[in-house]
């Protein structure tokens, strides 16, 4: 709420709003010094954990793009991470073009297939557009597991070893966290320009935004393609990451993980999306750690884990949604005495 | 050509289930607005739930089967009294949203109960297959269409004609207006998940009593929504034709095409129909457009 509130008043800001603005800063400058410095102090599995939070935080803020922003509700977006992943090595395998390229392809491609996907929109909207998301989460996922030829079916795609500015790991580290850095600050800065605003308005009420002169059609299918684009970097990023693209990876259960990490985050914020990724990869991780302390070794936790993490997936889901619309977000203002009022109309 | 009567009917007899399910989902987004992505995880916990009272506490089949039912009606409830009835005021995406985490959560309660594996749930079923002149179709199948039409045509009754349908009917057409005139539409709203909850555990047992039961069903059981979107989602007679034509659909690429088309086509299909008609082949015409 705040976040738009600064942005569209344009009304002097009262000294909380100036030093907030402040803190923000001095909050970017230090999650800048933190990305860059980890490798020298960070474990090899600590490394890993941040290349992931990295390529989850650059998909989330897409989604969020989309669904907290604009207010579409997109059920399909690990799709759009599968067309970047997929396209993005075919694009390294067959033409062996550099890193950055294949990101940037990855990113293109899914913004294309995320306009295709994102046409229904012209005629509907709501729940009907959720639908076709979750059509092209199925098509999509058909097509990465039928296309045997270009897509190797359910065996996918394995990707050779990168080596990144002869860093090693680091040097891939260093890549993710740049894309992540950049995607967030431009998804930021996005809703200081006109582009975002119409975004928002389009949410807020889409037939008065007709009325002030916004291509109402348009910003959908731009606020769709971009959130697909994110999502197709990070694809682009997790086929390298991971060095195999296979359909499995892109299924719904993976979509509901982004839409659960918007909203645990909280939905149109940035900071939001940061803290809803982070949370939500570390979840599994902190989970399984609880339960090899609680069980000792040697015990079995393989069967309880992934039923487990569904149930706190989907209580995360309904409880931040009932107690605390603005979620992670919502409670850190809370706690530094930030009050806001909660106003079940202007929410989305 | 016979065998293309052969999986015609075989399809349209397993297009049955989904009718059940997409009834369930169609009277809940009637009364309450609330878009059930999770009415697969109910037609699975349905399904589960059977399992529980007949097969591990030996309470037989009758008594599992309306112990079950009952089970599954009550959870439809306290789900809608304790996720939903907060929530009521707030945007559709919000609503649309809270259901894949009780979808998730349902799912999860299944796995960590009754593990990952398939269940064979005690078969209601008679196998003896139907000849139909020189036309086979399995016996389950069959029996399970006859099940699903009786369950179907019991609903639809109690619909149209029922004080309790009359005031669902009331509640989806105008909720202010059906509340003035004293209708209470908590009760509307607890009653039509409760009858959706026992909709969609009939649609899992009869499902489960054919393939048995994993808690992925549910996931399967999204093709209902595609029923749903051909037929209109609000209109309980289309999504009767919708289920119908869905399931044949699915059957005969089955088998013309192979399995895996099978998820693939019915999508395909909504999204045809949503370009075309997004109101479905019977739908009111609620959808907003810009």
Redesign the interface.
Known sequence: MSEQATAIDRAPAPSGAAAARKVETVSWVLLALAIAGLPFFGSVYTLYMACLIGINVIATVGLNIT?GYT?L?S?GHSAFLGVGAYVSALMWLHLDTPLALNIVGGAVAAFLVGIVFG??AL??????L???T??AQ??LY?VF??WTPVTGGDRGLSLPKIDVFGLGDDGFYYVVAGVAFVTTLAARNLFRTRVGRSFIAVREK??AS?VLGIN??ATKLVAFGLGAAYAGAAGALLAVFLRIVNPDQFT?QVS?FF??AV?VGGRASILGSILGALFMTLMPEFLRFGLETAAGPGADLA??L?????????????GF??FE?RGLVGLLRRAFGQVEEID?NS?? | MSLFLEFSLVGLASGGIYVLAALSFVIVFKATNVFNFATGEMMMLGAYLFFFFDRQLGMGWAGGLVLALVAAALVAMLTERIVLRPLVGRPHIVLVMVTFGVASVFRGIAGLIWGPNNQQLTELLPRTPLFLGDVLIPGKLAWGFVAAGVVAALFIAYYRFSRAGTAIRATSTDQVTAESLGINIGFVFLLSWGLAGVLAATSGILAGSVNGVTPQLGLVALNVLAVVMLGGLTSVGGVVIGGLVIGWLETIVGAYLGAAWQSFIPYLVVLLVMFVRPTGLFGENRVQRI
């Not at chain 1, 992934?306 to 309904?318: D, K, N, V």
């Open positions: 669904v207010g509700l059920v046409l229904p005629r509907i909207k709501g729940v009907y959720a639908i076709a979750l059509a199925y098509m058909f597991q039928q889409d037939y007709e109402v059609v719904l509901i839409l659960a909203v069967g309880l992934s039923p487990l993490r569904e149930i706190i997936f989907g209580a995360l889901i309904i949604l009932i619309p079940a929410e989305h």
